[in-house]
């Protein structure tokens, strides 16, 4: 069992530099706004747009789905705020109603399996100071581009190349009007309702992640190398163990000088 252990750990150390960055990095997201109002007032309902982007450049690729999804708001004194995000038409695009009262408030993007997102600090009545990126996409990278019309505010992130929409051209030009409103809507203006309008997300997603999700390529690889070392292993260990289980055949019976051996049939 040692050398199994000790011959994964091996494997592990040798593949694990072949592996892109965001896969030994862990898997992260950042929460990206829409342009946010420049004057927040108390207890003034005002309609929030943000984006939920898996390693900051694309749609959460992974099995099931993010929840929670929203925003959260944590005072000085300990109040915290907690907004639900409702999924807009585009991938990774959600729109939320918040409503502040008075203060500093911490404001950070749920994420669901992702940890929180630090957004920056909103000072009501005031305005919203934007943290540091906690990771910045570097320069000269290659993003997809998943989206329409309405795409992330940062979009490109100063990439070196875009690889055109992959998704399906069957929004209908009502569609793009109405995807147009609601991005008008999440801008700077108050909001009168406290609940965002409900919208699906398009059934395309799911075609438009294609082949690179992390969880299949670069751990299928380690995965498949490691099994097939403990098999190896595995396979030796028993046949070991069996040899040592079977009876040893008698040691034939030597001639001594001067013996005479008699033989029958």
Do not use: C
């Amino acid at each position: 069992m040692r050398r199994l252990l000790v011959a994964l750990a091996a494997m592990a150390a040798i593949l694990a530099p072949a592996l892109p960055a965001h896969a030994r990095a862990g898997f992260w997201a950042v929460t990206e706004l829409d342009p946010f109002p420049a004057q927040v007032r108390p207890d003034v309902p005002y309609t929030v747009g943000f984006w939920v982007l898996q390693h900051g450049t694309h749609p959460y690729e992974g099995p099931g789905g993010l929840d929670p999804i929203g925003l959260r708001l944590t005072g000085e004194d300990g109040t915290t705020l907690t907004f639900g995000g409702t999924p807009l038409p585009e991938p990774a695009h959600y729109a939320t109603s918040v409503k502040v009262p008075n203060g500093r408030w911490r404001v950070q993007g749920l994420q669901g399996m992702f940890a929180p997102y630090e957004i920056g600090t909103l000072t009501v009545p005031g305005g919203l100071k934007a943290a540091p990126p906690q990771f910045p996409v570097p320069a000269g990278s290659e993003v997809m581009d998943y989206w329409g019309p309405v795409k992330p505010p940062g979009f490109p992130w100063k990439a070196a190349s875009v690889i055109p929409n992959r998704l399906p051209a069957a929004t209908s030009a009502a569609s793009v009007a109405s995807v147009a409103s609601v991005a008008s809507v999440a801008s700077a203006q108050p909001a009168g309702a406290t609940q965002p309008v409900r919208a699906t997300q398009p059934a395309q997603i799911s075609a438009a992640v294609g082949d690179s999700s992390p969880w299949r390529q670069p751990y299928a690889l380690v995965i498949v190398a490691m099994a097939a070392v403990a098999g190896t292993l595995l396979v030796q260990r028993t046949a070991r163990a069996a040899g040592r289980r079977r009876p040893h055949d008698p040691p034939e019976r030597e001639t001594r000088d001067g013996e005479e051996v008699i033989s029958t049939g």
